[in-house]
């Protein structure tokens, strides 16, 4: 809405002679003279018409009145949408503040969890240190059968899937995340090779890693730490994975999404992500991170395609010899849903590495001669 007193210069308690007067003094003012270009004769015509409207108004005492209860009825509206405005406004800003309390509480509690979950894995021989500040950690997995294979139910299964049957495996330990690029690059100095660890991924699985160097690492590691790790065998990184409960997935049977797991390039990144990204959602039953998707694992075995018609029920190591190992979990390159089941095998020659090939470590508790639990 106009406002006319301020068109005609005057206080909303101005007196009808003092109206009139300043309205015959801008309509002097607003004559252009003979010689005033077009531009300047249209701008006075504009005001002219603006200051005649007001005077139309302010000088007849009944739309005066009516023109001053709709200024008084406006100036409430206007005040209530602001109060509306600052009402929204100071409730986000609550909301905001109630959301950033409850983010900072969950990661103070998430903390402490980590804290008390460290402390716990190290007093029980679970957290190894590579070097000052590098420590890799380690998770139990208790003794106990397991289902091992698919079943003739899931579509997505191959030969060297089946048949499924049940295996009974010793208590060990297994890497809760996948080997690091800063793990690996203390390996590397350690052992004097040139290796320059990638940018800004210290976190991030190491990559391009044959089976014959992941298995090297396990050696050194095993010097370093005073423990004797190795890859975990198919059927020890299978149980980690998916638990006792035969689910296809280390989380369930639900499919896979992107704030499960780290897979399918053209879903996602296109690259790795640093271990645990998808903790605690994509975690298998012991907790472990990543067991599908992000980098494909080397396991100890060999690989046959009919090794599970022959496999013994207990402790399975694999065929004594053969021309590939076995990977497991799926990786994020070109991997779909049937590549990052609990029970989906992969091969590859053991001195070649490829940009999504990594692994974990595994101790067998069974290493333990002198009684104690490892």
């Avoid at 109060?83 to 503040?97: G, S, T, Y």
């Avoid at 296109?270 to 998808?278: D, I, M, Q, S």
Wanted: include cysteine.
């Amino acid at each position: 809405m106009k406002d006319y007193y301020a068109v005609l210069g005057v206080t909303p308690n101005a007196a009808p002679e003092v109206i009139e007067s300043q309205y015959r003094a801008m309509m002097k003012a607003c004559r252009p003279g003979w010689f005033a270009s077009q531009r300047v004769k249209a701008a006075a015509e504009a005001d002219t018409q603006e200051i005649g409207e007001a005077y139309g108004t302010l000088s007849d005492p009944v739309k005066r009145a009516a023109y001053d209860h709709a200024v008084v009825e406006a100036r409430q509206r206007e005040a209530q949408r602001r109060a509306r405005e600052e009402a929204d406004r100071m409730e986000r800003i609550n909301l905001e503040e109630a959301r950033r309390k409850k983010d900072v509480e969950a990661r103070r509690q998430a903390a402490t969890r980590k804290t008390e979950r460290m402390a716990l894995a190290q007093r029980e021989g679970l957290i190894l240190t590579l070097a000052p500040g590098i420590t890799l950690e380690l998770v139990r997995v208790p003794a106990g059968e397991f289902l091992m294979g698919s079943a003739k139910s899931d579509h997505l299964t191959h030969d060297g899937e089946k048949p499924q049957h049940r295996v009974m495996l010793d208590e060990y330990l297994i890497g809760k995340y996948d080997v690091t690029n800063e793990q690996f690059d203390v390996y590397m100095k350690a052992i004097h090779r040139g290796w320059t660890m990638p940018w800004k991924r210290e976190t991030h699985p190491v990559v391009y890693v044959a089976w014959d160097a992941a298995a090297a690492f396990c050696v050194w590691a095993s010097q370093v730490t005073g423990r004797k790790l190795k890859l975990p065998s198919e059927a020890q990184w299978e149980k980690a994975a998916r638990g006792t409960d035969g689910r296809i997935y280390p989380w369930g049977n639900q499919a896979p999404n992107e704030k499960l797991l780290n897979f399918d390039s053209s879903l996602l990144f296109g690259a790795t992500t640093p271990v645990g990204k998808y903790s605690p959602a994509g975690d298998s039953p012991y907790g472990l991170a990543d067991m599908a998707g992000n980098v494909w694992q080397w396991t100890a075995d060999w690989y046959d395609l009919d090794y599970y018609a022959i496999s013994p029920a207990s402790n399975p190591t694999g065929p004594a010899s053969g021309h590939y190992h076995v990977m497991r979990g799926g990786s994020y390159n070109r991997c779909g849903r049937e590549d990052v089941r609990s029970a989906n095998r992969h091969w590859f020659v053991s001195d070649e590495d490829y940009p999504c090939y990594g692994f974990r470590v595994a101790v067998n508790c069974s290493n333990n001669t002198d009684g104690t639990r490892c």
